[in-house]
DNA sequence: GTCTATACAACGATAGAC
DNA sequence: GTCTATCGTTGTATAGAC
């Protein structure tokens, strides 16, 4: 693969005046220079990637295609995300897992349950992306310190932390890095290094047999 | 689909400090042909590997430098490994988990105490490479399909599955794989999401808190 | 002599510099 | 865009073991 330098331009506010690329075409081509006002090319283009990045995995999605179904300029991917491992770890991590939706459904429930819970959303969403998400997005961390980041703000401080704080337990910190511990093995295991019989099972019987580690890791002993 | 230029016109095939053996005296360079009988090549490709793709991970790590700090051509790393990536799984997976080795540590004593004994023992060694190996790794199974190959006959065929057998329980491959899930997992979490403050956890607190988990999924109740 | 481990040259691809 | 350095890999001539 690859090593892409990123520069990392990130979260500019105003636009730097990247010229699009002149449009083939004759008539109904994009003009030059900055957009009209009000159009969120940033946002545009992370809904272009969930789709194209669902559809076609991370090898397969061009930031052409991406761009183009955005109605922007490849060039702005670099702009925005510092290229296309950076817009993906934004539409990937955002995509299945927004968290004040996952986290409704994870706190709605008896806490002996949430272990259950748990394992069943994980797992259910991520089949759904077909593993190619998951995939692409343990790429991502190898390869840029900077989607760690990423993902470390958004699994913990934004979902395990929260949860296990509802079970009112010690060590909290521990915990919730002891669950992510977990899934992200599960997920390696099934998307990634894709291990049988563990890739192929139905989610029912791994919710049986992992979710007593998830709620051990909770709010049981541990130490 | 350039042609690359070379530099000297000269495209003599014999040429400089080559031909003479018995003239000129300084026989700095590597003659060509078959070295002296005695000098292992083929270990010191994968101790130089060993030492470079823990520094540099699989993408930064080149057959170049490697071959370089072995002290032999670049070419060998094919006549020997086939390849970048038969080199990589032969340094990073056989060597610090020769599995005879391991197997004859882990399945020394009670069988309830073969979590613990597991979990300290990869822990142990994964830390001693610093990490660097176990990213690598990670990096290596994601990019090429062969990679994941690899780890699967070593940490199944190998390793889990015989110590799953030796526990006398039913759906031995599920719960090898599920014990791969969680070790994979760990691993992940310490070495390179480095979610903390699982990352800088001491052994023991780690072993105390995962022991469990893989003790359940070698002969406890899993479904 | 045969066989093979070896080093050198070169290729196509690609990423970065200019 | 063009050029260049460098990557992994392959082909091949040769030196040394047998």
Chains 1, 2 share one sequence.
């Not at 002149?22 to 159009?39: F, I, L, V, Y």
């Not at 759904?128 to 840029?144: C, D, E, K, V, Y």
Request: with cysteine; hydrophobic share 40%; net charge negative.
């Amino acid at each position: 693969m690859n090593s892409r330098r990123v520069e990392s331009p990130a979260a500019e506010v105003h636009d730097g005046t990247v010229t699009t690329d002149s449009a083939q075409g004759p008539p109904p081509g994009k003009r030059r220079g900055r957009r009209p006002a009000g159009q969120d090319t940033r946002t545009a283009l992370v809904e272009a990637a969930r789709t194209v990045f669902g559809e076609s995995g991370y090898e397969g999605a061009t930031v052409r295609t991406i761009a183009a179904r955005a109605g922007v300029d490849a060039a702005m991917v670099n702009h925005w995300f510092g290229g296309k491992e950076g817009l993906f770890a934004e539409a990937v991590l955002e995509l299945p897992f927004e968290p004040s939706e996952v986290l409704k459904i994870l706190l709605d429930g008896s806490i002996d349950e949430l272990g259950e819970r748990i394992v069943r959303t994980f797992l259910t969403r991520w089949d759904m992306t077909g593993g190619g998400l998951f995939q692409a997005l343990i790429r991502s961390i190898t390869a840029h310190e900077q989607a760690g980041q990423v993902l470390r703000d958004f699994f913990l401080n934004q979902l395990f932390q929260r949860i296990v704080d509802s079970a009112g337990v010690e060590n909290t910190d521990l915990r919730a890095t002891l669950c992510a511990s977990q899934l992200m093995g599960l997920g390696m295991t099934r998307y990634v290094a894709k291990f049988e019989p563990l890739a192929s099972a139905d989610v029912e019987t791994l919710v049986k047999a992992v979710a007593p580690t998830i709620q051990r890791y909770i709010n049981g002993d541990i130490g």
